[in-house]
């Protein structure tokens, strides 16, 4: 099946600073790469996602890239906020039908 | 106010019993899923079911069972046979079914203590 490696598992920035995040996956028929920000206590929510046909995708701050070729993506968040501070994970998923995939998560901290 | 409800919040059984968590949404979703999340862990697929009345299991489904009577309820009950139940339970829901790959929308989770 399909296994998905996250780095770092934890990440201190100060505010203003770039973050990144980076994702491998193993199964190279994984189409579609979710990002989810869970804070203490509560459900992950989407921040963004990116489609095999895509290479790269933009929020206002965040960014998503996609090497399909290397099989990984990254998280890029910039202009960090103390408000990012949160645990981030990122998934994959393939068209064969199955779940998404998670990594363990990063546990982000931004320091004022 | 559309969304994912999950209840309780926090609940605590005494080894050996049997404890269901609800969850419910409104979204008109297909597919609805739950996840168990151990400190340091990502999420592990327990239970996803895409039509009512129809279920699969995850990689984790020893100890756990679901029904799908209806299309917004989705409960998953731990039973005594759940060797390590204490955990954070997340249920979600989808448009379609999971070979869609579409966004799965979380609910707020349950944190189950046995004790």
């Known amino acids: 099946g399909e296994n998905v490696e996250q780095h770092p598992s934890t990440l201190s920035v100060q505010e203003g600073d770039s973050a990144v995040i980076k994702c491998t996956y193993s199964d190279s028929a994984s189409n579609y790469f979710p990002w989810y920000k869970q804070e203490l206590g509560k459900g992950p929510q989407l921040i963004i996602d990116i489609r095999s046909n895509v290479g790269e995708k933009k929020d206002q701050r965040i960014a998503v890239t996609l090497n399909k070729t290397a099989k990984h993506f990254s998280l890029h968040i910039t202009e960090t906020q103390p408000e990012d501070s949160a645990v981030y994970f990122c998934a994959a998923s393939f068209d064969s039908g199955y779940a998404l995939n998670f990594g363990k998560g990063t546990s982000l901290l931004v320091t004022p | 106010d559309g969304g994912i409800t999950q209840s309780p919040k926090y609940l605590f059984r005494k080894e050996g019993q049997n404890v269901t968590l609800s969850c419910e949404q409104n979204?008109?979703?297909?597919?609805m899923y739950w996840y168990r999340q151990d400190p340091g862990q990502g999420l592990r697929l327990i239970y996803y079911s895409q039509i009512v009345n129809d279920f699969q299991k995850g990689d984790i489904a020893e100890g756990y069972s679901v029904s799908r009577e209806k299309k917004e309820s989705f409960p998953l009950t731990v039973t005594s046979a759940q060797k390590n139940p204490t955990a954070f339970y997340l249920c979600a829901s989808s448009i379609l079914g999971l070979a869609r790959g579409d966004e799965q929308f979380f609910g707020p989770g349950t944190r189950l203590t046995v004790l």
């Open positions: 979204l008109n979703h297909d597919a």
